[in-house]
């Protein structure tokens, strides 16, 4: 992965066209990235690698590319990244293969242009002004030392008074006390707040309504940086204001950045599937569903799970409480037609702990702090290639 190698998030640019390198600098100060830049490899240096190859090839059954040619004395082996202009690429064509190439052109209809790419090892072609969004993307990756991205969870009522917010609570809190890095997100502006749920609604921080004007990438670091922090996680809630419609395009941005630096998100979801939801819902690694177990929360979860379904691709159900005489947690599923996660019995004294400023999962003994644990453990060795 480029975004792993050494060269401390700097990217190297490597052309000789000033309207290209224009917009390269411009996108990479988009992107919050410092370049090196070399507008053509030196002379001297370059001869000296040919050299090397010529003397080289057929003689000892390589491929004749010189070790720490012309390409590595300018910074080719140690950049995160390297961005190759279409005019230079057949000057960079002997040096040493390395992931995170890219070709970059302003006009790239020259069907050379893909045996150029071979060329040179690149990853991708990208053609400007087609695929700023996309480069800025890359070069903000290095930037950030992008790696895993988070393990990202979403959490939706069946039915009306679920409890899909008290368990979306529980789950970040679970997983910060874990020692994982995590963000809450509230996805429902309809709903109460979940900056209120943990006791945190006057604390500083950005809210959904001050992301609504964003427009393309969000820095995954200032977005941690600018949440309020409560209980050990950082929170992205609604405020008390009268909006509640961020754009569909802001609200991916931010949950795109949110996931960027790894650890656990977890979304708290409205029931509703619209536009907005379904951004967050395509950034899913799995959704769990709260059912209580009754026949007629049920018959409403299937409605809710179709909606969801549309989208996401891992659903998954969560039985909250027994009623007398209602549907076991295995029935509830197999009605759902869809895995179970588990069932998490309703918690006597919970609502009037919350009031007095304790958040759900806060207590670690407690039937839900014991099901969210279990479930990170889970879940997290899964996402890690251990077995569950």
């Given at each position: 992965m480029a975004g792993s190698a050494p060269g401390g998030g700097r990217p190297?640019?490597?052309t000789e066209d000033p309207l290209l390198l224009d917009?390269?600098?411009?996108?990479?100060?988009?992107?919050?990235?410092?370049?090196?830049v070399h507008h053509g490899l030196p002379e001297r240096a370059w001869a000296a690698g040919v050299d090397a190859m010529?003397?080289?090839?057929?003689?000892?059954?390589t491929d004749g590319t010189p070790e720490g040619g012309a390409a590595g004395s300018v910074g080719w082996e140690t950049a995160p990244l390297v961005l190759v202009g279409n005019d230079a690429a057949r000057r960079v064509r002997g040096a040493p293969r390395r992931a995170g190439v890219l070709l970059v052109g302003r006009e790239l209809d020259d069907p050379q242009v893909w045996q150029r790419a071979v060329e040179i090892g690149a990853e991708e072609v990208l053609r400007l002004p087609d695929a700023e969004s996309l480069l800025v993307d890359r070069i903000?990756?290095?930037?950030?030392?992008?790696?895993?991205?988070?393990?990202?969870?979403?959490?939706?009522?069946?039915?009306?008074?679920?409890?899909?917010?008290?368990?979306?609570?529980?789950?970040?809190?679970r997983a910060a006390h874990a020692g994982e890095r995590t963000i809450l997100i509230d996805g429902d502006p309809l709903g109460g707040g979940m900056d209120v749920l943990l006791g945190g609604e006057s604390a500083e921080g950005l809210r959904w309504p001050d992301f609504a004007a964003s427009r393309g990438r969000v820095g995954a670091g200032a977005?941690?940086?600018?949440?309020?922090e409560l209980h050990?996680?950082?929170?992205?809630?609604?405020?008390?204001?009268?909006?509640v419609v961020v754009p569909p395009a802001a609200i991916r941005s931010v949950v795109a950045a949110a996931r960027r630096r790894g650890g656990v998100v977890v979304v708290d979801l409205p029931r509703r599937v619209?536009?907005?939801?379904?951004?967050?819902?395509?950034?899913?690694?799995?959704?769990?569903?709260?059912?209580?177990?009754?026949?007629?929360?049920?018959?409403?979860?299937?409605?809710?799970a179709a909606g969801v379904r549309m989208v996401s691709r891992d659903v998954r159900v969560v039985v909250r409480g027994r009623c007398p005489g209602g549907l076991d947690p295995e029935?509830?599923?197999?009605?759902?037609?869809?895995?179970?996660?588990?069932?998490?019995?309703?918690?006597?004294?919970?609502?009037g702990r919350v009031a007095e400023g304790e958040p759900p999962g806060a207590q670690g003994r407690s039937a839900l702090a014991r099901f969210c644990d279990g479930f990170w453990q889970r879940a997290l060795g899964s996402a890690q290639g251990v077995p569950a």
């Open positions: 190297l640019i490597i917009d390269l600098l411009r996108l990479c100060a988009a992107a919050g990235a410092e370049p090196h010529e003397a080289s090839a057929g003689t000892d059954g903000a990756d290095v930037v950030e030392g992008a790696g895993r991205p988070a393990l990202t969870v979403g959490v939706i009522g069946g039915s009306g008074g679920a409890g899909a917010s008290t368990l979306a609570c529980a789950l970040a809190l977005l941690e940086e600018s949440l309020p050990a996680l950082r929170v992205l809630s609604w405020d008390r204001g009268d909006r619209d536009e907005a939801v379904a951004e967050v819902l395509a950034q899913l690694d799995l959704v769990l569903m709260v059912v209580p177990g009754e026949l007629r929360s049920v018959a409403a979860a299937g409605r809710v029935a509830v599923a197999g009605l759902l037609g869809a895995p179970l996660a588990g069932e998490v019995p309703v918690e006597v004294g919970l609502p």
